[in-house]
């Protein structure tokens, strides 16, 4: 099944909670919008094809300022589900549970039976797994830090990870079927389109990939980039002529991870995993 069917089959409606955030134009805040008092507003936001902010500040209440969940543009979850090119009966696990609408797609295309999905917020994980369960979508939602995979359901055919990061750890890699596809987003370490990275594992147990269309999803918590950094990377990359994000890709081997420009032979930073 390709993305498109998945999305017209499954209702998003179904995962999105009463309240959710909407910018207060000028003002760099968001505002809660409530389903109960505005529900022309809400249904407007949940049907239109953006991400919608479910969640700020990890738990605001009145205003926020970071957005730390939402339910994110469909036209970058059909990306990333095509690009897993799952098959059904595959193993998968989603790093970033959310709402849980991702993991019913997911659910929709490898069956739910096979899918794991993990979230850091544990009132968020509860809130997926009920809405997930009435949607009839019975997947295994883990409430943890998906930075260390989840060893129980693997090994995986595909990961796909819904929050950006600055590298790739290797329990993911280890956790992965040589032939596996793990796709990520990557925060602005090195090129200032937060592209999306595909990468594949290898049966010696490294993988490797390229990075690809912008995406722009919010950091893994507790990872987000200081200015200065976001200042550096434009720098650099400007330096470099503007290579296109597709240029790059990454290399990952137990103990490093390099990315490179146009070929593994030529690396651009290298770091430990
Ligand atoms: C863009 S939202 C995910 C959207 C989701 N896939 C959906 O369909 O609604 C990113 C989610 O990743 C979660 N997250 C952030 N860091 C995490 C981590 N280390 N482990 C697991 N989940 C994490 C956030 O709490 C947030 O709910």
Known sequence: MIASDALRKVRRELFIPETIWVPVEGTGWYRPLRRADDPAGWRAEVESDRSVITQVDDGATERGV??????????????????????????????????????????EMAGAENVTTIEI????????????????????????????????????DRIIVTAAVAEVPYAWVEQTRAGGIIIAPWVASFHPDEPLLTLEVKPD??????????????????????????????????????????????????????????TPTNPQSEGMS
């Open 66 to 107: 970071w957005p730390t969940s939402s339910s994110s543009a469909s036209h970058i979850m059909a990306t990333m589900l095509d690009g897993l090119r799952i098959l059904p009966g595959m193993r998968v696990l989603e790093i970033g549970t959310g709402t849980g609408y991702n993991a019913a797609l997911l659910a």
């Open 121 to 156: 917020d544990t009132s968020l994980a509860k809130h997926a797994q009920a809405s997930l369960e009435r949607a009839g979508y019975p997947v295994t939602v883990v409430s943890g830090d998906g930075v260390e995979g989840h060893w129980p359901g693997a090994p995986y």
């Open 205 to 262: 147990g490294t993988a490797e990939g390229r990075f690809g269309s912008p995406a722009w999803f919010m950091p893994m918590r507790g990872r987000r980039l200081p200015q200065h950094i976001i200042r550096a990377t434009d720098e650099r990359w400007a330096a470099a002529g503007r290579p296109e994000a597709s240029r790059y890709g990454v290399t990952v081997t137990p103990e490093t991870q390099t990315i490179w420009l146009d």
